[in-house]
């Protein structure tokens, strides 16, 4: 691996000896031969090759197709960073890191390229050499690139981890100056007032990521180990036990990994770069990644169940359960296909209510019942089940039976805000405002800031303190 200028300062002082020496050389030579030598461009170095015990049919033919354009133009930066980037996306590291140190050299001032060395060295459990990169790729991503923070919060979770804590303090901090609310930063301030141990300000950071994707399962794992510290085992012993229950969080948003995921090959890399996108807002270009897998993958289910879930998201529900109906011929025994289909047969059915067509939202009202009883059937402790069914059946006035759904859909799944939100919502249409009070103040606490049911959640809890005076 290529090292850092200032890694090895024998070898550097010893090329400044032999360059000295060439230039006395040099000066015995007829003016305008040592011009030309010294001036004409060093050669470009010959691009790498997928390995012979790598030699996956499409990852090769993959790269072939890339190293033919550095081949072709051996100057370009661009070229040399898209080679980079396709072998890093299929896991040959050394080839990649060949090519973004060329693309580097070439283009010193982009940010990419330091980065992504960075992030090699990291995977190699090598920190210190990949600092250099981060703090090379942060000086030059605020010069050319506005909001992306994925350098500088790469370079204080490299500094965190070589124990230069109040450094990594000062990176996380410059990141909150300019977006508020950036999860990956409070995050790490709570890893940081931990290795201080000042435990009450690390628990009130880390108690901003609940509710958050991102974040949540990583940081309810830290609030244990915090809690305890502190002296508060039934804390420590609940947050736990939300740890165990609660879905892996998902990759942090990079808009420097979400280039070079198109080039991979595997299928899980090609799921991750959808997330992704759809993680950054960009549900269409999300969409255009997952559409082609459907028909490379003609027989798996998750390619249509994914897709499923963002044409939903943008409002198309015929298209959303005609991918599901086809989900659940290949796999009728998964819970996410009847959970999903279930969730779009309600959002359809309410759409419908809205609209005046009582009689077809009935009829997606029955069947989402019937979906989430389905649900059950496969997984009875399913909280979000529940609360599809709840509101279903609330759909269609059983309002008793509704209710019951979703006080299962807290008891199943308690960790979850926007469940104690719909329970919360519903105990105060039925005027029981203090139990109804309880749920909603649970939703605002534990949801995400920008939940689409906040705004309703506050309302209510507003409306429930009103009642107290």
Same mark, same amino acid.
């Given at each position: 691996?290529?090292?850092?200028?200032?890694?090895?300062?024998?070898?550097?002082?010893?090329?400044?000896?032999?360059?000295?020496?060439?230039?006395?050389?040099?000066?015995?030579?007829?003016?305008?031969?040592?011009?030309?030598?010294?001036?004409?461009?060093?050669?470009?170095?010959?691009?790498?090759?997928?390995?012979?015990?790598?030699?996956?049919?499409?990852?090769?033919?993959?790269?072939?197709?890339?190293?033919?354009?550095?081949?072709?133009?051996?100057?370009?930066?661009?070229?040399?960073?898209?080679?980079?980037?396709?072998?890093?996306?299929?896991?040959?590291?050394?080839?990649?890191?060949?090519?973004? !140190? &060329? +693309? *580097?050299?070439?283009?010193?001032?982009?940010? @990419?390229? =330091?980065?992504? $060395?960075?992030?090699?060295?990291?995977?190699?459990?090598?920190?210190?050499?990949?600092?250099?990169?981060?703090?090379?790729?942060?000086?030059?991503?605020?010069?050319?690139?506005?909001?992306?923070?994925?350098?500088?919060?790469?370079?204080?979770?490299?500094?965190?981890?070589?124990?230069?804590?109040?450094?990594?303090?000062?990176?996380?901090?410059k990141v909150l100056a300019r977006r508020e609310g950036e999860m990956r930063a409070h995050y790490g301030?709570?890893?940081?007032?931990?290795?201080?141990?000042?435990?009450?300000?690390?628990?009130?950071?880390?108690?901003?990521?609940?509710?958050?994707?991102?974040?949540?399962?990583?940081?309810?794992?830290?609030?244990?180990?915090?809690?305890?510290?502190?002296?508060?085992? !039934? &804390? +420590? *012993?609940?947050?736990?036990?939300?740890?165990? @229950?609660? =879905?892996?969080? $998902?990759?942090?948003?990079?808009?420097?990994?979400?280039?070079?995921?198109?080039?991979?090959?595997?299928?899980?890399?090609?799921?991750?770069?959808?997330?992704?996108?759809?993680?950054?807002?960009?549900?269409?270009?999300?969409?255009?990644?997952?559409?082609?897998?459907?028909?490379?993958?003609?027989?798996?289910?998750?390619?249509?169940?994914?897709?499923?879930?963002?044409?939903?998201?943008?409002?198309?529900?015929?298209?959303?359960?005609?991918?599901?109906?086809?989900?659940?011929?290949?796999?009728?025994?998964?819970?996410?296909?009847?959970?999903?289909?279930?969730?779009?047969?309600?959002?359809?059915?309410?759409?419908?209510?809205?609209?005046?067509?009582?009689?077809?939202?009935?009829?997606?009202?029955?069947?989402?019942?019937?979906?989430?009883?389905?649900?059950?059937?496969?997984? =009875?402790?399913?909280?979000?089940?529940?609360?599809?069914?709840?509101?279903?059946?609330?759909g269609l006035g059983q309002r008793a039976e509704a209710l019951a759904a979703l006080?299962?859909?807290?008891?199943?799944?308690?960790?979850?805000?926007?469940?104690?939100?719909?329970?919360?919502?519903?105990?105060?249409?039925?005027?029981?405002?203090?139990?109804?009070?309880?749920?909603?103040?649970?939703?605002?606490?534990?949801?995400?800031?920008?939940?689409?049911?906040?705004?309703?959640?506050?309302?209510?809890?507003?409306?429930?303190?009103?009642?107290?005076?």
């Amino acid at each position: 691996m290529t090292s850092s200028p200032d890694a090895r300062p024998r070898n550097v002082f010893r090329r400044r000896f032999v360059l000295g020496a060439t230039t006395m050389v040099l000066l015995g030579v007829a003016g305008g031969g040592a011009f030309w030598w010294t001036h004409r461009a060093p050669p470009a170095p010959i691009p790498p090759s997928v390995p012979a015990n790598r030699a996956d049919p499409e990852v090769t033919t993959i790269v072939e197709r890339v190293r033919e354009e550095v081949l072709s133009e051996p100057r370009s930066a661009r070229a040399w960073g898209r080679l980079g980037q396709a072998f890093f996306a299929n896991d040959m590291e050394v080839e990649g890191n060949i090519c973004f !140190a &060329e +693309a *580097e050299r070439l283009d010193p001032a982009n940010p @990419r390229w =330091p980065y992504y $060395r960075g992030g090699i060295a990291v995977n190699r459990g090598e920190p210190e050499e990949a600092l250099p990169f981060f703090q090379r790729a942060v000086e030059r991503d605020e010069a050319t690139t506005a909001g992306n923070f994925a350098p500088r919060l790469m370079a204080a979770e490299t500094l965190l981890a070589l124990g230069r804590l109040d450094e990594a303090e000062e990176q996380y901090r410059k990141v909150l100056a300019r977006r508020e609310g950036e999860m990956r930063a409070h995050y790490g301030l709570g890893l940081v007032y931990a290795a201080r141990a000042d435990y009450k300000t690390s628990r009130t950071e880390l108690q901003r990521c609940a509710g958050d994707p991102f974040a949540q399962q990583k940081a309810c794992v830290q609030l244990a180990a915090v809690c305890r510290r502190l002296g508060d085992d !039934a &804390e +420590a *012993e609940k947050f736990r036990r939300l740890a165990n @229950r609660l =879905p892996m969080d $998902r990759d942090w948003l990079d808009p420097f990994a979400t280039e070079y995921l198109p080039w991979a090959v595997k299928k899980r890399m090609h799921y991750r770069h959808a997330e992704s996108l759809e993680a950054a807002g960009n549900l269409t270009k999300a969409m255009e990644v997952l559409r082609p897998m459907i028909a490379a993958y003609p027989n798996d289910y998750l390619p249509r169940v994914t897709l499923a879930k963002l044409v939903g998201r943008m409002g198309d529900h015929v298209q959303a359960e005609q991918l599901l109906r086809e989900a659940l011929q290949i796999a009728p025994d998964k819970v996410q296909v009847h959970y999903y289909l279930s969730l779009v047969l309600f959002t359809h059915a309410e759409a419908e209510a809205q609209h005046g067509s009582r009689e077809r939202a009935g009829a997606l009202y029955r069947e989402a019942i019937q979906r989430a009883k389905e649900t059950l059937k496969i997984k =009875p402790d399913y909280g979000f089940a529940f609360m599809t069914l709840g509101l279903s059946l609330k759909g269609l006035g059983q309002r008793a039976e509704a209710l019951a759904a979703l006080q299962d859909a807290v008891r199943c799944n308690p960790e979850h805000a926007e469940l104690h939100f719909y329970l919360g919502e519903m105990l105060v249409e039925e005027g029981r405002r203090d139990e109804a009070r309880d749920h909603l103040k649970q939703a605002v606490e534990m949801g995400p800031a920008n939940a689409a049911w906040r705004p309703r959640a506050l309302a209510g809890l507003a409306a429930c303190d009103r009642s107290r005076q």
